[in-house]
């Protein structure tokens, strides 16, 4: 048991450190990723072979924690190198993973996850898209929502109907979508105080044989191990420890009988926030090579996306209406943007009743950490 | 950053539970961990004051937790390795230890406690009551406000492992009912309003533990619990009430009847008058970050 980081982890927190140092406030995101792809950081739990350094899952997990920490969008990072990169790593054929895991490692080329749909929300076997087989691959037919940074994105892991099915889980592929194909259209959908939803529509898009991943009509099957790689909790963890440290920044600046009031409150976040964040990393650690245990996911999930929501709430509730001076409008905004954003944690990647659903049902509850 | 307790520890908990199960129910925690055969490892030595660290003992306070044992004895026999080795003289404070741990199984009751603060002479002073045997004539201790501090941080995480035990046994207690149950054709725990709120409090329970065991694991670095002690606590008391309040609405009627549901309530709703209520828990742990920062 660790209380806190390891020599290797904590060394390569410097590294991110050291190349983020390299570049200004207002340089793109995208110039970042690929300077700390450079660097063989943004995937060091790939195999050296395709751009990483062949280091566990948890020494990623620290990589992405501090790269959301240094204020860089994690979220676009974490779905391409978790939730598009290692199901292509894992289930992959070699040559796609030679075709796609090297650009992605290398910062160069980014991806979206195009699961869901508007009438299928979390129900996966709900979903219309349809792919059907022509001479040269499929033509792709449909439309995909919720999707985040997907105009940055070159790619899209994207789930179809390959037939109807013997049962409503039979049926469902999974392809690599090459996002500059002809037939593609992508609209941004606006959101108060957070980024940007996206709707993919795939007009007869045409995919040649190689962009199915794993076996065909058997995708559903790969499903929960493609959102486990999403949920390690840890964008909702940088959002938290953010909020918490302009919360406590806050706190500190009150008078000394107004912070004794809130006091008790700020201590209950920030126990909640340090100890999911523990739950986060022990999933990462815990894990069997990529894959982690899908019950303990959920916990560091579902612990996380809470955690992050009371700070914001209490941020709203209690501390913006005393707290926050009227010229500091930095902190105004973030703590604004905060409430705006929380309602969000609970919902996306796997809304909070299908985590509870997930933790109910385990054999071990109560044990399993 | 990981939650795994190695294999030594968790050798040490297996045995632990091995141990409970072989002793008799009105036993007290001393005595399942004295059934091990292991206390005189406790003895100090030269060297150090005691063979299992924070950690450790926390893992063994959570598994006596999980069966109500007494821990009045056991906790004050830590107490005892805590703070003699900083007494006037801790070589014969050590040789009347391993006495009294060679000698204890004549007659002692489980409610004994080796040392406790001297409220006569002000709380800095911690003093062994002159009735226990080969301990009574120990010179007094006086401990500065720091150290004073230190070792109730130690005591409240002691007593948040064992309502962490508590939590963990009510939880399972729900669980089993819920999954037994058939209401309307369904087992109980297919209904969301009873598995959701079961599912909250494991999470609940697993933060708390989270948050306990990292602490532990600090102390056993060298790193002071500080304002992460009474956090813990508050967490872990408040996920024993919990869960005991759900053990409760999900057994029903049979919740304010059963004898295991009774007894895992009272134990939970005695843990506040050993910590303080958690709302104070709270306050004082962010008094203290406030002074001290995260540190």
Redesign the interface.
Request: with cysteine; charged share 20%.
């Given at each position: 048991m660790r209380h806190d980081l390891d020599a290797l982890q904590t060394a390569l927190v410097a590294d991110v450190d050291a190349v983020i140092d390299t570049v200004g406030r207002e340089t793109d995101p995208r110039e970042c990723f690929v300077r700390l792809g450079n660097a063989r950081l943004l995937a060091v739990h790939y195999p050296v072979a395709y751009g990483g350094r062949g280091l566990s899952l948890a020494c990623h997990t620290a990589v992405s924690e501090r790269i959301g920490m240094r204020g860089i969008p994690d979220v676009p990072h974490l779905v391409t190198v978790q939730a598009v990169g290692c199901p292509i790593l894992t289930f992959g054929t070699d040559r796609q993973r030679e075709r796609w895991l090297a650009p992605i490692a290398s910062g160069r080329l980014l991806a979206s996850l195009l699961l869901s749909e508007s009438d299928a929300g979390s129900d996966l076997t709900r979903i219309t898209t349809v792919a059907v087989p022509d001479s040269e691959g499929w033509r792709l037919n449909g439309r995909k929502s919720w999707s985040m940074w997907t105009e940055w994105s070159g790619i899209g892991l994207c789930c179809a109907r390959t037939r109807e099915g013997t049962n409503r889980y039979d049926g469902i592929s999974l392809f690599i979508v090459d996002l500059s194909a002809p037939g593609i259209a992508i609209e941004r959908v606006n959101r108060a105080g957070a980024e940007p939803y996206y709707t993919v529509t795939f007009d007869d898009v045409r995919l040649d044989a190689d962009a199915l991943l794993g076996r065909l009509h058997r995708g559903w099957a790969l499903l929960p191990v493609i959102i486990g790689f999403e949920r390690g909790g840890f964008d909702y963890l940088t959002r938290a420890q953010t909020w918490l440290a302009a919360a406590e920044a806050t706190l500190r600046r009150l008078p000394a009988d107004r912070q004794a009031d809130l006091a008790a409150g700020f201590a209950q976040r920030a126990f909640h926030v340090e100890n999911a964040r523990a739950l986060s990393y022990h999933a990462a650690a815990a894990a069997d090579g990529l894959e982690m245990d899908e019950t303990t996911v959920s916990y560091a999930k579902l612990a996380s996306g809470q955690a992050a929501q009371s700070v914001a709430r209490w941020a709203g509730e209690e501390l913006l209406p005393l707290g926050v001076q009227e010229d500091d409008d930095d902190m105004r905004a973030l703590l604004g943007r905060a409430v705006a954003e929380a309602p969000e944690l609970t919902v996306s990647g796997g809304a909070r009743e299908l985590q509870l659903d997930l933790i109910s049902q385990d054999p071990a509850i109560g044990w399993t950490i | 950053?990981?939650?795994?307790?190695?294999a030594a520890?968790q050798k040490l908990v297996d045995a632990i539970r091995e141990s409970d199960l072989a002793a008799a129910p009105e036993a007290s925690g001393w005595e399942v961990f004295d059934g091990l055969g292991i206390t005189e490892m406790l003895v100090p030595t030269p060297d150090g004051p005691a063979a299992l660290g924070q950690?450790a003992w926390c893992l063994v306070l959570e598994e006596l937790g999980g069966s109500c044992r007494d821990h009045s004895l056991i906790r004050s026999v830590r107490t005892f390795l805590d703070v003699y080795p900083h007494g006037p003289q801790p070589k014969r404070a050590a040789e009347a230890f391993g006495q009294w741990v060679g000698a204890h199984r004549a007659g002692l009751s489980p409610q004994t406690v080796l040392i406790e603060h001297s409220p006569a002479a002000g709380p800095r002073v911690w003093r062994t009551p002159s009735s226990v045997p080969a301990l009574g004539e120990l010179p007094d201790v006086v401990l500065d406000p720091s150290a004073v501090e230190a070792v109730a941080d130690r005591q409240l995480l002691a007593v948040a492992a064992y309502a962490l035990g508590i939590?963990?046994r009510c939880?399972?207690a729900a669980?089993e009912r819920a999954d037994g149950r058939t209401i309307a054709g369904r087992r109980l725990?297919e209904y969301?309003g009873t598995?959701?709120r079961?599912?909250?409090?494991?999470?609940d329970?697993?933060?708390?533990?989270?948050?306990l065991?990292?602490?532990a694991?600090?102390e056993d670095?060298g790193?002071p619990a500080a304002?992460?002690a009474?956090?813990?606590a508050?967490?872990s008391v408040t996920a024993a009430l919990d869960?005991a309040h759900t053990a409760v609405q999900i057994f029903g009627a049979a919740g304010t009847s059963n004898p295991e549901i009774i007894r895992l309530f009272r134990a939970a709703y005695a843990l506040p008058a050993l910590t303080g209520a958690p709302?104070e828990l709270?306050?004082s742990?962010?008094?203290r970050?406030?002074q001290n920062g995260?540190r």
């Open positions: - | 950053m990981d939650l795994i307790v190695d520890m950690l939590a963990r939880l399972r669980q725990l969301q598995s959701h079961l599912a909250q409090c494991a999470v329970l697993a933060v708390a533990r989270a948050g065991r990292r602490t694991t600090g670095d790193k304002h992460r009474p956090a813990a508050a967490a869960c709302a709270w306050r742990a962010g008094i970050r406030m995260s």
